[in-house]
């Protein structure tokens, strides 16, 4: 028998609430940490108790290291579970958990450290044997190497901060004339950014696709892959699509992409749940990018085609217990996509539409799945990611998968903001997503021709509704509505209905 053990979760939103039902699953009580506007967040009412930790500001909340293994030892919690962002892949979070007696639901500090410098981390996978992206594997000592670099290459390169992942401090150089201008560029943001002016430089690799691959390791040395994700639809460098298999990945190219994530993955000693990113080029080439090590936004995809849940085995492995699968035990099944809804308005160049919802009606029936950290009567705080849900939908094939996707967008409702739901209906509906020929690049592209202002707007189509209901409201109970002069619901409810 397990011991139950009671886990502080140390994040907000969809994943703390998707952890915390985890912990309910599996019988172990929960603890949230909330900042002032967070009071009222459904990750507090889901919990079993809940500590403040600070102000708005999320310097001064969700990431002071001190304040949440304080809540820790007040509310007796044994484990602390990181979610995604915030303090997931801080090594030193992971330590002072450690030195406070207290499970850290992830990795080890060291092989967080390991991933976090991108040329550490490729000088480790290129002595394991993993194939990284051509380039160099220390930082320059100055601007020389570079452009020695780019002679020997040839244009065009990136020049990347050492420090840097996830798209910041990096920059494409195409031609010898702009080397200088870029390298003093990416060497002052990688400062700012991350206090670590070092930088090194890449081969590019042109019309990428960006494929990940999931692992699983226990304590005892067993790691398993799970599959990949197809993670190529991105808008400045956040994902906006994902889908579990790549629709370009078949049964020979996951076993090679699995076995070069699982050795990536052994070269760190590596334990929990971790994703191994990876670009692939036109030729079906992959290159080894950066190893993330924490669970991430779009592990469902995952679940849903694999079968297992990843929240537990992280519980399972943290406690000491070896896999709960072996790989020979995982067969994918079925298709499976997500699409992340956040408060901006597509129309708006995505502005952010934070405020309160007034209403929502969710997706439902069969395949789908919702992961939300929000609820009507909810206000959106400007403060954090303005990520409402993530939809997610589970068929047979792929083909399946996309039609149940336009019909649970369809069915989606939300009042009182804006959200991305019309930009996936466009995607859904966009024949090279059908097609599946997309690179990184693709959305930045398609955007400036996408007219999201011409279709009849969720408020139309929801006004349309309150219309009809009002109406049948007054028949059933009998009103008499005026003979000569027509009622104003009426015609709005039958215009809008033509509309729709
Ligand atoms: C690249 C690349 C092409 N060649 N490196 C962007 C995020 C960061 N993790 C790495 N990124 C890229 N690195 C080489 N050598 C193209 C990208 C890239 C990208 C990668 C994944 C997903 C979306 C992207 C969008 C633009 C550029």
């Known amino acids: 028998m397990r011991a139950a053990m009671k886990v502080l979760i140390a994040n907000r939103g969809e994943i703390a609430v998707r952890v915390i039902r985890a912990c309910r699953e599996m019988g172990y009580p929960t603890v949230a940490v909330y900042s002032e506007p967070d009071r009222a967040a459904l990750h507090v009412v889901y919990a079993d108790q809940a500590m403040p930790i600070g102000p708005a500001p999320s310097r001064e909340s969700y990431l002071r290291i001190d304040r949440i293994i304080d809540a820790a030892k007040k509310s007796g919690a044994d484990a602390i579970h990181p979610g995604y962002g915030f303090l997931a892949e801080n090594a030193a979070f992971a330590r002072a958990c450690r ?95 991350f206090g670590d002016g070092s930088v090194y430089a890449e081969k590019f690799i042109t019309s990428p696709r960006h494929i990940e691959v999931q692992i699983v390791g226990d304590q005892h040395g067993n790691i398993v892959h799970v599959g990949e994700r197809e993670c190529t639809l991105q808008r400045r460098h956040q994902k906006v699509v994902e889908e579990c298999p790549s629709p370009v990945v078949d049964e020979e190219l996951r076993a090679r992409l699995g076995a070069m994530a699982v050795k990536a993955a052994a070269a760190v000693n ?15 080439e992959f290159y080894f990018l950066e190893m993330n090590t924490r669970l991430q936004v779009e592990h469902p995809v995952t679940e849903m085609v694999w079968g297992v849940d990843l929240v537990k085995e992280q519980l399972r492995i943290a406690q000491g217990e070896k896999l709960s699968f ?29 405020g309160l919802i007034r209403y929502i ?26 990520m409402l849900s993530k939809l997610i939908v589970h068929g047979q094939t792929r083909e399946e ?22 930009f996936f209906t466009y995607i859904m509906n966009n024949p090279d997503f059908i097609e599946a020929r997309f690179d990184t690049g693709y959305i930045d592209r398609i955007l400036p021709q996408i007219d999201f202002g011409g279709a009849a707007s969720q408020q139309d189509v929801d006004a349309a509704i309150a219309a009809a209901a009002i109406l049948a409201f007054e028949e059933s109970q009998n009103v008499k509505l005026p003979q000569d002069a027509p009622s104003r619901w009426r015609e709005t409810g039958r215009v809008e209905g033509l509309r729709s």
């Open 99 to 193: 030195d406070a007696g207290l499970l850290f639901i992830g990795p080890s500090p060291e092989s967080i450290d390991a991933m976090g410098s991108k040329t550490e981390s490729r000088q480790r996978m290129q002595a394991a044997g993993v194939p990284v992206v051509p380039g160099l594997t220390e930082p320059v000592k100055s601007f020389d190497e570079i452009a020695a670099f780019a002679k020997e290459a040839g244009f065009p390169i990136m020049i990347k901060a050492s420090a840097g992942g996830g798209g910041k401090g990096m920059r494409l150089v195409e031609r010898e004339e702009d080397l200088r201008s870029s390298f003093e560029r990416v060497t002052s943001e990688a400062e700012s950014f």
């Open 270 to 284: 590596y334990y929990s749940t971790g994703t191994i990113e990876c670009l692939m080029g036109p030729d079906r």
């Open 361 to 386: 009606a969710l997706p439902q029936g069969p395949g789908v799945r919702n992961d939300q950290g929000v609820y009507a009567g909810y206000t959106v705080p400007v403060f954090y990611d303005p």
């Open 326 to 354: 072996t790989q020979q035990d995982l067969k994918p099944l079925g298709h499976a996509i997500e699409c992340r809804i956040y408060a901006e308005d597509p129309a708006k160049k995505f502005a952010p539409s934070p």
């Open 401 to 422: 998968a996309i039609g149940r996707m336009k019909r649970a967008l369809d069915e989606y409702r939300v009042d009182g903001i804006m959200t991305t739901i019309p």
